[in-house]
């Protein structure tokens, strides 16, 4: 049977996604393979297709028994006749899946790394035939990785023992370049063909949100996706427990995961996850690893995690059945405080004196990144493709930063009042008092203590209190405050030797969400994109009747079908088996399976519901990926003759030159344009660049740029403070009129 006719029948999908064709053609041509691929790209079919198809059984050698016994539920869900092995087996059960191994009633085997050596299965190994050995999470055999587990190395010794060499094919999601050599060399790859499919999850929507009432938010996000799967990941065992708390509190259903727990109870909560009695876990980063669920629409990070590394794995739980899904980081200078606090203080004492510096250094980085993640205005997703070393120019509309604006304002002036302030208290007391003197409240504390003599008592008064609560947590962040860990902190000054450098500048970002950024928050229809309320009606009768089906066999939902499936399943309404069989994800043995009780369900909703069109969609192929979330509008241009009203007037900032494009601008249904679009063009020409002194972040001409005219002038903010922007000649505006298409008359 050739590769693409198994892959509809078995796993009822129509095509191979990037990467999989490659890997299955070389290993049933005999080649080993390295592919470095995501979570969520599709790696189990790499290898589960060519087992299908070689002679023998294919052993898949796998970290977690969770995953192992999840995994062959969905095989044997799909028609896949498989066995695993590991320490939740009796030795009788044990023997029993050798036998039938040997008898060949299986096409693949999971096995646990520690299970390698155990006489029974060397003398299984030697009597059967294993025309592939599966290496999962290949990582882990590498000391260089996060994971490194002792047992993955018996594997070399297991394959050297075989009689014939297997095709090697090791699998992971995360690969330095050292740990890709480390997994080559450890495990003897033979000139191995090496997968990459690329990062990108397309499905994925990044956002980082800075809030200060983290719990309202998360219940208002759970909340507002009450039919939705998510996970909600926090720091601490503690954090874990009291967000689950107020969770359970305001009465949603909210599972709890981490491992101070129980081992039992730790279980129990998982199968309530993963089997959607409860939509939403509570976890500390313990959860996850071996955990298949495909349908989960959300993963929250409560904390920043520790590296880039981390978030993308976690984050990457989410929408792996390719249906759309959101990723979302609250981020909080807190965090960052307490991050960098217990790198200071962390425990190096079985580390070789040499070899600290270099680790706390490598910390200190990772720490860096995911700083940046959560402060940078720069597209979200373009920042984590740059970070595993993929390069792209364009933003990709579809995070929360491409659809923010965002400010930045000069604060420099007031900085230095905060300075002056926290000098006087001497270092003794803590925001609420600094906040209050600055602003000149009328406080009895404030008598009381004498801060109303200050000099700086009432000196930052024409500001808003969270304008000013901005401004101190971006001072701390920039070092020059820090605050004391005590049970009532206070701010004391940190180095402000770089505030005395008249260059320095200290830059509060606030932003806006765009006006046609609507679309990104709409909970629930987003999973649903191609449906109309109908379709969304049928889609909930699907997973009833799916919840039904999982119940009935005692396997998780989306073993019988993914959230994906049943959306292409609303999407087609197939009325019957030929059109059912033609839904993305259904296969020969899901159709004999499922076939009758879900058209049955489909007749039945089409019998309430006559005429019912349940998609949008109706042109299009609703099979094709899952398309970036809709906007309305197109990009910006210019219509012609447009430019004919642009009135040149000497240099523009940017914001003046914004305003100057959308008043000529009578082009239909386009967006309006922002001065960060602006921005970025000129940055992508090499107009511009950051300058990072100071701390900050902010836009200087670049020589490039000043050959062309592009200058600086000094503009007031809202609170009186002189800052520089951007300026550009008006050889620069010419340029940018051609770009957006507005004929110049001249
Ligand atoms: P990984 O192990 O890389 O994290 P999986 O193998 O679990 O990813 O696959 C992720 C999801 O993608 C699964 O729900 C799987 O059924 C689905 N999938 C895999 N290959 C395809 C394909 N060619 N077309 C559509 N869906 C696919
Ligand atoms: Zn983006």
Not at 342 to 354: A, I, M, N, Q, S
Not at 490 to 510: F, N, Q, Y
């Amino acid at each position: 049977m050739d590769p693409v006719q198994a892959l509809k029948q078995y796993f009822g999908y129509d095509s191979f996604r990037t990467g999989q064709r490659e890997a299955v053609e070389a290993i049933l041509s005999g080649r080993d393979v390295l592919a470095v691929m995501p979570t969520g790209a599709g790696k189990s079919v790499c290898y589960q297709l060519p087992a299908l198809l070689l002679p023998g059984v294919t052993l898949v050698i796998s970290p977690l028994i969770s995953l192992m016994q999840d995994q062959v539920k969905a095989l044997k869900a799909a028609g896949i006749a498989a066995g695993y092995i590991n320490s939740s087996l009796t030795e009788a059960q044990i023997a029993r899946v050798y036998a039938n191994a040997l008898a060949g009633r299986y096409k693949l085997l999971y096995v646990a790394p520690e299970r390698l050596e155990s006489s029974g299965f060397l003398a299984f190994a030697a009597a059967a035939e294993i025309p592939l050995v599966t290496v999962d999470e290949a990582h882990c055999i590498s000391q260089w990785g996060q994971d490194f587990r002792p047992s993955y190395l018996r594997i070399v010794d297991l394959i050297d023992s075989l009689p014939r060499r297997p095709v090697v094919g090791a699998f992971t999601a995360t690969a330095t370049g050292e740990v890709k050599t480390d997994i080559a060399c450890v495990l003897k790859l033979r000139d191995p063909l090496s997968v990459a499919t690329g990062f990108d999850r397309e499905n994925l929507f990044f956002d980082v949100r800075t809030v200060k009432q983290k719990d309202a938010f998360v219940l208002d996000y759970v909340k507002q996706r009450p039919d939705e799967s998510g996970i909600v990941y926090c720091a601490t065992r503690k954090s874990v427990d009291a967000v689950h708390e107020m969770l359970v509190n305001a009465g949603v259903e909210a599972a709890r995961y981490h491992a101070g727990m129980e081992q039992a109870e730790r279980k129990a909560e998982q199968d309530d996850f993963i089997y959607d009695r409860k939509p939403v876990v509570v976890a500390t980063n313990a959860f996850g690893m071996g955990v298949d669920k495909s349908n989960v629409r959300y993963v929250l990070h409560y904390n920043m995690p520790q590296s880039m590394e981390n978030y993308y794995q976690e984050a990457g739980r989410a929408g792996r059945d390719g249906a759309p899904a959101s990723c979302v980081l609250l981020f909080s200078v807190q965090d960052i405080m307490i991050d960098r606090y217990l790198l200071e203080h962390k425990d190096f004492t079985d580390v070789p004196e040499e070899e600290i510096e270099a680790l706390r250094e490598r910390d200190l980085k990772r720490l860096r990144v995911m700083e940046q993640y959560c402060r940078t205005t720069g597209c979200l997703r373009n920042y984590i493709l740059a970070y595993f070393g993929e390069k792209r120019e364009a933003p990709c509309e579809a995070c929360g930063s491409c659809r923010r604006e965002f400010t930045e304002t000069d604060m420099t002036q007031e900085a230095k009042q905060v300075v002056n302030c926290v000098y006087e208290t001497r270092g003794r007391y803590g925001l609420n008092i600094v906040l209050g003197t600055l602003l000149g409240a009328k406080r009895a504390r404030l008598e009381e203590l004498g801060t109303v003599r200050y000099k700086t008592y009432g000196a930052l008064r024409g500001l808003s209190e969270d304008t000013l609560r901005s401004l101190v947590s971006q001072m701390l962040l920039d070092g020059y405050l820090t605050k004391s860990d005590e049970q009532y902190p206070v701010l004391r000054l940190g180095d402000i030797a770089p505030l005395k450098d008249p260059d320095t500048r200290v830059l509060v970002r606030s932003s806006a969400e765009r006006e046609d950024a609507g679309g990104a928050r709409k909970p629930r229809a987003r999973a649903a994109d191609p449906l109309t309320k109908a379709g969304y009606r049928l889609f909930e009768v699907l997973r009833a009747e799916r919840r039904a089906a999982a119940g009935e066999e005692g396997v998780p939902p989306y073993v019988v079908f993914s959230d994906k499936t049943l959306i292409d399943m609303s999407v087609r309404a197939p009325r019957d088996e030929a059109a059912f069989l033609a839904v993305s994800g259904v296969g020969e043995a899901k159709r004999r399976k499922y076939g009758a009780r879900f058209l049955a369900a489909i007749g039945a909703f089409f019998a309430e519901n006559p005429g019912a069109v349940t998609s949008i969609d109706v042109g299009e192929d609703p099979a094709a990926p899952a398309k970036k979330p809709k906007t309305p509008k197109g990009p910006f241009r210019l219509a012609p003759g447009d430019a004919d009203r642009f009135r040149f007037d000497g240099a523009y900032t940017v914001s003046e030159l914004r305003d100057e494009l959308n008043r000529i601008s009578s082009a239909e249904n386009v967006k309006k344009l922002y001065a960060a679009d602006l921005l970025r063009l000129l940055e992508a020409w090499g107009y511009i660049e950051e300058n990072r002194r100071g701390g900050g972040a902010f836009q200087i001409p670049t020589e490039k740029g000043i050959a062309k005219g592009i200058g600086t002038e000094q503009v007031l903010s809202r609170t009186g403070v002189a800052y520089s922007v951007p300026t550009c000649s008006a050889e620069v505006q010419r340029e940018i009129l051609a770009h957006y298409g507005g004929e110049s008359g001249e």
